[in-house]
């Protein structure tokens, strides 16, 4: 929502204009008036949030300072008092400081996992750690039924698919090919984050799952196009057997795909293409010459891609990261094929030259790129 400031000045531009008379810009400005939830600037909310960290992480390192001294039951109180104590604190503070409250409610349910860890350890339960992944999970799925807040919505979109990668590690560990279907499940459910939010819709939700999957998307896909290099352990290993492999296609494409379809409806036709980039890589192997300059073939046609989807939809982050993948894929081919036949000196020069003049080249690009994607936007 603008502020009063942005408002007036809208409202005046639009009675200049004759869009709107005095009375109805009055109307306009009474409305938001009784509506205004009061939302902060980032500099508030950025203090709210680093201030909740620094009590949760205070907390924890006051409990774990004093935790052989304390009793099996003493323990277990002090956990669940360190949980309720946040949800409590968060409701009583709702109503004046709704962005404070959130943030504290958030701080619960990341102490809850704490809380289940700790609970295990505690009464020495049995060891299959993801488990304790899928209660914190259900925990905060939980929570964002009850409270319909973005936080808590945001850490149940980050536990679930947490729970289905570790349980799916723990099963397969010791077989062939489980960490290759792990790192495609991971990348394309990055890039189904990192699309949910359209230039047409801004909820917080959206907007935390798009911070999720950018953050998340490079390292996977890097993952993706060089996990290669540790084939030769992994072929010591046994194949999987046949129902390992079908689970693992399911997770790996079928499920984010699904997400994709309920989140972009016909759009998620982007979310094929970069499925259909993942299993065009997976063969490759970066040993070999050819194969090892196909890959930073597909990883230089993945960022162009991106970035034509970026302008396409108006969204400027898929442009800079288009762009800062293409230069990481350019550095990565200069030090894996260049760097090493030539000299110390000349492959620094050369180095130096090109993250200078092609950094440059690259930043005048993605300005002229975004620019594009606000005109057309307009």
């Given amino acids: 929502m603008a502020t009063s400031e942005q408002l007036d000045q809208k409202l005046q531009q639009w009675v200049a204009a004759s869009v709107i008379d005095l009375p109805a810009a009055e109307r306009i400005r009474v409305f938001e008036a009784a509506h205004d939830t009061g939302r902060m600037r980032w500099p508030v909310v950025l203090a709210i949030a680093f201030g909740a960290i620094m009590v949760a992480a205070g907390v924890l390192l006051f409990v774990a300072a004093h935790w052989d001294q304390l009793s099996p039951a003493q323990r277990f109180l002090l ?12 409701g009583a503070l709702m109503p004046r ?21 700790l609970a295990g350890q505690i009464f020495n339960l049995e060891e299959h750690w993801p488990s304790g992944i899928l209660m914190w999970a259900i925990g905060a799925l939980i929570s964002w039924v009850v409270l319909r807040d973005w936080v808590q919505a945001a850490l149940t979109a980050l536990l679930i698919p947490a729970w289905i990668a570790s349980e799916w590690d723990f099963r397969t560990q010791h077989f062939h090919g489980g960490e290759h279907r792990l790192i495609q499940f991971l990348a394309l459910l990055a890039f189904t984050y990192l699309g949910a939010r359209h230039a047409e819709t801004g909820s917080n939700f959206r907007r935390a799952l798009c911070w999720i999957g950018g953050i998340a998307l490079l390292p996977m896909c890097a993952a993706a196009a060089w996990e290669r290099e540790a084939i030769w352990e992994w072929r010591a290993l046994p194949h999987m057997p046949v129902s390992f492999q079908v689970t693992g296609w399911i997770m790996a494409f079928i499920l984010p795909l699904a997400l994709a379809a309920i989140l972009r409806g016909r759009g998620a036709i982007w979310n094929a293409g970069f499925a259909v980039w993942l299993l ?15 890959v930073y073939g597909l990883c230089a046609a993945a960022c162009v891609a991106l970035v034509t989807w970026g302008i396409q939809e108006q969204r400027r982050e898929r442009i800079n990261l288009g762009v800062a993948g293409f230069a990481i894929t350019i550095i990565a081919f200069y030090f894996s094929t260049f760097m090493d036949k030539l000299g110390r000196s000349a492959s620094l020069v050369a180095f130096g030259l090109l993250f200078l003049l092609g950094g440059w080249k690259l930043e005048q690009l993605r300005r002229k790129l975004v620019a594009r994607a606000r005109g057309s936007a307009s």
């Avoid at 956990?79 to 968060?90: D, N, R, S, Y």
């Fill in 280 to 294: 065009a890589l997976a063969p490759l192997d970066s040993h070999d010459v050819l194969q090892n300059l196909a």
């Fill in 79 to 90: 956990v669940l008092a360190m949980i309720a104590v946040f949800h409590l604190a968060a």
């Fill in 97 to 117: 400081l709704q962005a404070l409250g959130i943030a504290l409610h958030g701080v619960g349910t990341v102490a809850l996992g704490a809380g289940i860890f």
